[in-house]
Every structure is written in C-alpha cells, then in structure tokens.
Nanobody, 125 residues
Framework: VQLQASGGGLVQPGGSLRLSCAASGRTFSSGTVGWFRQAPGKEREFVAARRSGGSAFYAGSVKGRFTISRDNAKNTVYVQMNSLKPEDTAVYYC????????????????????WGQGTQVTVSS
C-alpha cells in the first residue's frame, strides 16, 4: 500500500492550497483517512480526518479554514486549506487505516497504519 501526497508549496498569508493524497494497492473506502503536520522542532500534530460514512474531525487550530474530503472512486483524499497563516507552515502527511475510527482515535497518529511521504507547505510573505 502506498500513499502519495502532493499539492504543497509556498503561499502568502491568507491564501489557499489543496493537498491531495492518492492511495494505491488497496482501497480505503471503508476506513479512515487523515492529515497530520509537523513543523520544525515540533511534534507531529493532527489536522483533520474523515471516517467512512462522512464524519469529519478537525483540530481546533484549523476548524473553519480547512476542509477534508475524499473521493472513494479515485481512492484519493484532499484537504482544502483556506485563510492560511504562517503558523500553518509544516510538512503535511496523509495517513490511512482500514478501521473506521472514532474521533478520539482519529486524532492519534498511532491509530493509522499507512503514511504518505509528506509535502511541504510554507506560508510566508
């Protein structure tokens, strides 16, 4: 199973980016997909997750600005990031598991079995 993240880049504060994560090898239509991020010198932190069936969870720092979605037909998950701030600068990782996680588990990196390679997002003027 491979997850391939893409879409990162340099954007000005207030701008938008959409990250994509394409899965190959098996489908995750019945499981949970998520995004985490890691800034230099910091721990990896939860950003957003979406369960099979539609429930989505967000970190408080991104709620209202980020939207996670999935296209099961394409086996791809997205995160639309709007109103970006310098503190959103980090390497963003997608993750997946075949389990349909409850919210408390979906925010934990250890609950995911598959990880993408990361894509850099830099928010700077």
């Amino acid at each position: 199973v491979q997850l391939q993240a893409s879409g990162g880049g340099l954007v000005q504060p207030g701008g938008s980016l959409r990250l994509s994560c394409a899965a190959s090898g098996r489908t995750f239509s019945s499981g949970t997909v998520g995004w985490f991020r890691q800034a230099p010198g910091k721990e990896r932190e939860f950003v957003a997750a979406r369960r099979s069936g539609g429930s989505a969870f967000y970190a408080g720092s991104v709620k209202g600005r980020f939207t996670i979605s999935r296209d099961n037909a394409k086996n791809t998950v997205y995160v639309q990031m709007n109103s970006l701030k310098p503190e959103d600068t980090a390497v963003y990782y997608c993750a997946a598991t075949l389990r349909n996680l409850i919210q408390s588990s979906a925010t934990m990196a250890a609950a995911y079995d598959y990880w993408g390679q990361g894509t850099q997002v830099t928010v700077s003027s």
